[in-house]
């Protein structure tokens, strides 16, 4: 089993910059890509961004040029550096490890605890 920890959420006036950080323990061999999902209320969880063990990315189109995706695989953690807030950007953020291949990001069902970012206008 993997477990997974996000932290960095928080109020942020629109405009304004947020990083999120999210680290992996226990069965960390098994970790191939990493990502974020964010799920609003009344909403579906999306896929904001993902990234491949080598670094490999993909993201939302929502929040590509304002979003950066990165991870550090010796310290099992994957970080979403967030630009350009928008009021729409809020919600819950998700990480999760998974697989990218080919351009697409497949999530498998292990998921943190989520972090709550909210956006004020």
């Known amino acids: 089993q993997v477990q997974l920890v996000e932290s960095g959420g928080g109020l942020v006036q629109a405009g304004g910059s947020l990083s999120l950080s999210c680290t992996a323990s226990g069965n960390t061999f098994s970790i191939n890509g990493m990502g974020w999902y964010r799920q609003a209320p009344g909403k579906r969880r999306e896929l904001v961004a993902g990234i491949s063990r080598t670094g490999i990315t993909k993201y939302a189109d929502s929040v590509k040029s304002r979003f950066t995706i990165s991870r550090d695989n010796a310290k099992n953690t994957v970080y979403l550096q967030m630009n350009s807030l928008k009021p729409e950007d809020t919600a819950v953020y998700y990480c999760?490890?998974?697989?990218?291949?080919?351009?697409?990001?497949?999530?498998?069902?292990?998921w943190g605890q989520g972090t709550q970012v909210t956006v004020s206008s």
């Open positions: 999760n490890i998974g697989t990218l291949y080919s351009g697409i990001y497949n999530a498998n069902d292990y």
